[in-house]
């Protein structure tokens, strides 16, 4: 069974808005930290934005203002609003779960992109 299940990507216009879902199992949903990374074909993958467990958010410098990521406890899902989307932004969105074992802070995963789970991923595209 599947842990992490992302849907909500597609192509959009630069400017336009997606929004991206990713309903998990109980026990992955429980992770100290869920969060969203990207990654293209020959880059590293980028983390975008990380929530803890007390509801604390952090993300990249490249989306700071843009994106914005939340969760909703009663349905199992994590959620990441992306605004404002520009072209750099395309790239494959994963939703990522981590216990946060290996850091001090779920915030800091954010440098690494390096999680624990990871959904199948789902495609954005912006064109200009």
């Known amino acids: 069974q599947a842990q992490l299940v992302e849907s909500g990507g597609g192509s959009v216009q630069a400017g336009g808005s997606l929004r991206l879902s990713c309903v998990a199992s109980?026990?992955?949903?429980?992770?100290?930290?869920l969060a969203w990374y990207r990654q293209t074909p020959g880059k590293e993958r980028e983390g975008v934005a990380i929530?803890?467990?007390?509801?604390?958010?952090t993300y990249a410098d490249s989306v700071k203002g843009r994106f914005t990521i939340s969760k909703d406890n009663a349905k199992n899902t994590l959620y990441l609003q992306m605004n404002s989307l520009k072209p750099e932004d395309t790239a494959m969105y994963y939703c990522?779960?981590?216990?946060?074992?290996?850091?001090?802070?779920?915030?800091?995963?954010?440098?690494?992109?390096?999680?624990?789970?990871r959904g199948q991923g789902t495609q954005v595209t912006v064109v200009s």
């Open positions: 109980k026990h992955t949903y429980n992770s100290d930290c």
């Open positions: 990522a779960a981590d216990w946060g074992l290996t850091v001090p802070y779920c915030a800091d995963l954010i440098a690494t992109a390096e999680f624990g789970i």
């Open positions: 929530i803890d467990e007390r509801g604390t958010t």
